[in-house]
């Protein structure tokens, strides 16, 4: 059966029972798009290679792209839309939290779900399954391992105003007790924001020794540049969660100096599936292609298993995929990995900012501990 099917910012496609759809909601726009490109490509790996070994139940999987960088309501209505109409029978993709709420509730209980960031954890919906990084996992022994082994005491926090950095930040309060120190300040800023003069002034009068760093995408690279132009970088060191080595190239050297990241990927680590993989996007997309660094890897990784965990059900019922969620596990860029309450078990890292790239300073946390 064919039928032809149009979201709200694509051309026409056909629908037929010979593929099976994919929306991969990404950002193309606002902050986040920074990294839409990378997000993009891993994705389009992923079902490439995915498709040479058969695809998934026999079908080819075919990725109808949805541009998770506009207003989160309007992005849950084109998601469902595709889902109402049978368009697609799966969702992953990497976008911000608030997309992800407003999408959830409407079609997870549908089709299967694979979000792909860094979140604020928490997130329990059927049918919705988790690859990336939460605070427990991420932050908390960030904070920790520098805590000893830089001093810190005084943390001043700065996040985008949405869920994901207020609710990290609530968490970012109790860790810096139990590490004997505090959250001496903290400021929200609209996604977009580039007036950084009065978070600046605050850092500086609240004599802070590190900035937690919430920033989606480009408003981090504006502040990376505007911390550096006012000397803070001399005095105070930042920790992210969300910084990649798109984010570095844009931030350029001169502004990252003791900046450290905390991911579960970064693409400086040497071994072998991330060579593997490197190759691979290498030879597909060419060298001046976009680095797949830990936020499109995830959107690799977000393919992958959504695609294991509709091969382990052998059918798309969200009910059946849950049932055997716990015994799935895909092998991708960072080696074989599986679910622990619809949590992806993974190790994280800490790396510092070593022009632009990153030098993976530690292992956080171990495969074995749900993330």
């Known amino acids: 059966m064919h039928r032809p099917v149009r979201l709200r910012t694509h051309e026409w496609f056909t629908v ?6 994919v929306a991969l909601v990404y950002p193309m726009q606002g902050p986040a798009g920074v990294f839409g490109p990378t997000c993009e490509s891993c994705a389009r790996l992923a079902a490439e290679e995915i498709n040479k070994t058969g695809g998934v139940l026999g079908k080819e999987l075919r990725l109808i792209e949805v541009d998770g960088g506009a207003e989160p309501r309007q992005v ?11 368009a697609v029978q799966g969702v992953t993709g990497w976008h911000i939290s608030s997309v992800r709420q407003a999408m959830a509730p409407r079609i ?9 960031a860094l979140y604020e954890g928490g997130e329990r919906t059927d049918g919705v399954y988790l690859t990336s990084e939460t605070p427990a996992g991420q932050l908390l022994p960030a904070m920790r391992l520098l805590t000893e082994a830089r001093g810190v005491r005084r943390w001043f926090v700065v996040g985008n105003n949405y869920v994901w950095p207020r609710r990290t930040a609530r968490a970012a309060r109790r860790y810096a007790r139990d590490s004997r120190g505090r959250v001496c300040g903290e400021a929200y800023l609209p996604l977009g924001a580039d007036d950084f003069q009065d978070v600046l002034g605050r850092i500086e009068r609240a004599d802070a020794d590190a900035v937690l760093m919430l920033l989606v995408g480009s408003d981090a690279v504006r502040f990376n540049r505007a911390f550096a132009a006012a000397g803070l970088d001399q005095r105070c060191l930042r920790l992210s969660t969300l910084m990649d080595e798109n984010m570095l190239l844009g931030s350029g050297p001169e502004a990252t100096v003791d900046l450290y990241s905390t991911a579960g990927f970064f693409a400086s680590l040497a071994d072998q599936n991330t060579m593997d993989f490197h190759g691979r996007y290498a030879d597909r997309f060419g060298l001046a292609a976009p680095t797949p660094g830990s936020l499109g890897e995830s959107c690799y990784e977000g393919v992958l298993l959504l695609a294991a965990l509709i091969e382990r059900a052998r059918t798309l019922d969200v009910a059946a995929i849950g049932a055997t969620a716990d015994t799935v596990s895909y092998e991708g860029p960072r080696g074989l990995l599986g679910l622990e309450g619809r949590h992806v078990r993974q190790r994280i890292y800490l790396a510092q900012a070593d022009g632009l790239d990153f030098n993976v300073l530690a292992q956080l946390r171990a495969p074995h501990q749900l993330s």
């Open 16 to 21: 037929d029972d010979s593929t099976l759809n």
């Open 76 to 86: 849950a209505k084109d998601v469902e839309a595709l889902v109402a109409t049978g």
């Open 108 to 116: 997870a209980h549908r089709v299967p779900y694979v979000y792909t």
